[in-house]
RNA sequence: GGGGGCAUAGCUCAGUUGGUUAGAGCGUUUGCUUGACAUGCAAAAGGUCGCAGAUUCGAGUUCUGCUGUUCCCACCA
């Protein structure tokens, strides 16, 4: 082995042997239990991102462990077409090259959208290898695939039949940048500083009297076909039923009386553009009120606008504000600040538009979906995320499916033009069912990209057909995704799933923050701060950047991504590979033995012991999905308690001449190692196999090893305690160096006053050659020593170092008196709860036992100090 | 307007049924070429766990209020 952790030389070698070995393939099997992960497609645009290495290594930690512990354990790959997302990258890369999308035809368009599917689909696959993601690459899927299609087909029908599917002329969001109807979750509201313009309309047939409005929009005040007032203003009550004149084109509207008018904002009197606002639309609706659309999909003005048909929406927002300002309109204008919509793909302000779309009816899905969050039937990881998937379906409104793109799955319906008959089938129509007619055009827009997305849990394993994968690993166990997905995506799958497969998709979903930046920012394009996770496995190794975005996050909250904390990883990493390296260097020649066929020293039963405790521990960490905490229980078993200690305590058996002693020590190493690469395993699988395939006595691959199950039998409590004493031994004479300034070299001479001698007969040896002494004896007391001595107390007994005039008798003083603080603390402490009534009536017997041994102890190791105090 | 999150060592964060002397990494100080590892070893300094109450024998952990900060949802033109 290299004498340094260099993952280059083995991550990519050992994922082609995992795919080629067959290992991550999921195949039906009904002698085993089935865990099943469905990815989280990434969407097509582009690369993968931080977010991304999160989600990947959180499944691939998952599905490792399931695994092992002998699940049949399936997770499973794909991709998202993302719709207007791809559409708009697409779009715009013609454009670069001097193609514009109208100048093309559909079919020549999409050509150029699935090469870029295909370019950028095989850049993902590639990066999730490099992760070391052990899915199911024969069953990977994609949400524009024949499966995929049949399926979305199948469920739009299905619907549409069901009545839950219409079509209708609805107010929606309409973004000019995509000319796209576009969904409520797909809008983003930003606080934007503006004005309130305040614009006079006068009364029909007077030239002084009128209603002031106060708008932040006055360019669609060619939509305007009323002006509400509150009916119970007395102001203006008088108005209602007469008519204003719209300023500039002169158009007479009603002034109408209605709730909506809040007579505490602005003037009381509001303006209604039914097409262009969504309380206008309702108020519009309650009046029935001429609707008026005013703009182009593409945010300039329309023919409504007059003279100022064609221009930009906020170029002529200017315009109009300067015009009525020269006839005497525009009383005065303030700064205003208001949240204003803008679209989450290319982020132009969204513009309220009435147009006709496909949506889908929510309220009959959305019963069931919280309902089943209600009955635990499906549960949030960590809990409180259900309160933000309730506020959503509680709330939520009919969806908007249609979206005025290409990319995407075409809506299946069917328009005939000699009957007017609206054809929904799963098969294309030839002729028209209703008069046979030839004369058929099919409905021009996509659905929305969740529409497919809402379907993966099952389109993925074949529905609509009944297929046995289908039966046998649906529903899924557990999806992992970021907070910010759940209405988008969470929230979808599971009334679709509900409504489609009569089955939940998934029993826990497992969600995770986001990844920000070293200043806690949020990673982004704009900002440039973004962090490519090849670039970090490149320097670092995969597993180095896996156990980083693992360890110390606690499920649910958003981490900062920072170099520092990979290098630390890869150092562990490195402190792994070189702990294994010691370990099978001193295998060579020697006999493995099993741990249970010889005598164990107190060394090797602690080890055990703590080992049988991470067994524990990381299983129910990982039961729990609590990834950070298994992360660092593992991080402290290894570097602590194998490292630091054991590997240092080993050496006295393996440079010793004793060959059966030797055979024994190696046995212990390889069986703690080998059971620790195992529950490291699912964490960093790179490093854990290489290292594994090396071990003497293996053979494959570690991750179709089985994962460790704790042993009560190995778990020898009372000898690992014991041998914390010997360890509190050694740290007490390395201090009593440090606080000496004696040099860690030189070898001093230990003797213990202790009522178990054995104890330190039998780990004589460790003492000295982890604590650097030479002669480690008991003795009866402390008048048997000539020297003068340097004491320490410990839970185990008093030892003396005789260090000669080395020791000044002041700093001596001082060092005892500070212990002798902190043990006084503690006996304040212990006496302060056992003087409490109330803590020995009720506090758990254990506990009070517990602290009385404690505050035994801590008053013997008083005395003993005082008596060195006093000696000196 | 409604609902969350966070506030613990200089920095970044763990701390999940309330119960050892509150932890880690990075940074800092001191000392070490100890035969796996200087991507290392040993020792140490550093915390009234945001504030005020409450419950309890016992609160970093539960509850209430407050302050600061941050996010989500809704959105008055």
Known sequence: MEKTYNPKEFEERLYNDWEQSGYFKAVRDDDKVPFTVIMPPPNVTGQLHMGHAVDETMQDTIIRFKRMQGYCALWLPGTDHAAIATEVKVVNELAERGIKKDDLTREQFLEHCWNWKNRYGERIVNQLKKLGSSCDWSRIAFTMDDRCSKAVREVFVNLYNKGLIYRGARLINWCPGCRTAI??????YEEENSYLWYIKYFIEGSDSEGL??????PETMFGDTAVAVNPADERYKKYIGKNVILPIINKPVPVVGDEHADMAFGTGCVKITPAHDPNDFEVGKRHNLESVTVMNGDGTMNGFAGKYAGMDRYACRKAVAEELKILGNLIKTEPH??????CYRCHSAVEPRVSKQWFV????????AIGAVNDRKVTFVPERFAKIYYNWMDNVKDWCISRQLWWGHRIPVWYCKDCGKEICLKDDPAVCPECGGKNLTRDEDVLDTWFSSALWPFSTLGFPEDTSDLEYFYPTDVLVTGYDIIFFWVARMIFSGLEHMRKVPFRDVLIHGLVRDEQGRKMS???????????????????????????????GNDMRYSDSKVEACRNFMNKIWNASRYVIMNCEGRTIKSVTGFKLTHADKWIISRLQAAIRDVTLALNKFELGIACQIMYDFMWSDFCDWYIELTKAALYSEDGERKDNAVSVLLFVLENALKLLHPFVPFITDEIYRSLPHTTGSIMVSDFPRYNSKLAYKKEAAAFGGVMEIIKAVREIKVETGCAPSKKVNVYFVSDNKRLITTNAEYIARLAGCGNVKNINSKDDLDERCVAKVTGVGTLYIPTGELVDADKERERLNAELDKVTGEIRRADGKLNNTGFIAKAPKQLVDAERAK??????????ILEQLKNL
Do not use: C, W
Request: charged fraction near 30%; aromatic fraction near 4%; charge should be negative.
């Open 183 to 188: 969904s409520d979750a797909e809008v983003e």
């Open 212 to 217: 002031v409005v106060a708008t932040t929009r």
């Open 525 to 555: 394009k704009s900002l440039g701060n973004g962090v490519d996770p090849l670039d970090v496995i490149d320097k670092y190794g995969a597993d180095s950047l896996r156990f980083s975005l693992l360890q110390g996050v606690a499920p």
């Open 337 to 342: 600040t208001h949240n204003v919509g803008h």
């Open 361 to 368: 009816k929510m309220e009959p899905l959305a019963k069931p």
């Open 855 to 864: 505050l035994e102890k801590f008053r013997e190791m008083r005395e003993k």
